[in-house]
């Protein structure tokens, strides 16, 4: 079955970095758009970028537009979300997701997801 996995979650302070990575396994995402979520305590789930499978589009939600890139390597079957200048409301669990086409912004109704990586940003 297709798997997806993340890593590169962890603390780091206002003004940091982090780089997430999400490798996907038991097939290639041929044609697949994929894209990051994430969930802070007490919200609702929302969409953070999306690359398509091309990677020649990318979309970004206003929060984070100017500050994260996401960027993919199809040959290695990995997409990654360099975030840069993080700020305390970026603290949440972040989702690697896929979906054929396009992402949906219904994160319900999109094929794939990872299983989540902490992202902590302190002041």
């Known amino acids: 079955q297709v798997q997806l996995v993340e890593s590169g979650g962890g603390l780091v302070q206002a003004g940091g970095s982090l780089r997430l990575s999400c490798a996907a396994s038991?097939?290639?995402?041929?044609?697949?758009?994929m894209g990051w979520f994430r969930q802070a305590p007490g919200k609702e789930r929302e969409f953070v970028a999306e690359?398509?499978?091309?990677?020649?589009?990318?979309y970004y939600s206003d929060a984070v537009k100017g500050r994260f890139t996401i960027s993919r390597d199809n040959a290695k079957n990995t997409v990654y979300l360099q975030m840069s200048n993080l700020k305390p409301e970026d603290t949440a669990v972040y989702y690697c997701?896929?979906?054929?086409?396009?992402?949906?912004?219904?994160?319900?109704?999109?094929?794939?997801w990872g299983q989540g990586t902490q992202v902590t940003v302190s002041s």
């Open positions: 038991g097939r290639t995402f041929s044609g697949y758009a």
């Open positions: 997701a896929g979906n054929l086409g396009n992402i949906r912004s219904d994160w319900h109704e999109n094929d794939y």
């Open positions: 690359i398509r499978w091309s990677g020649g589009r990318t």
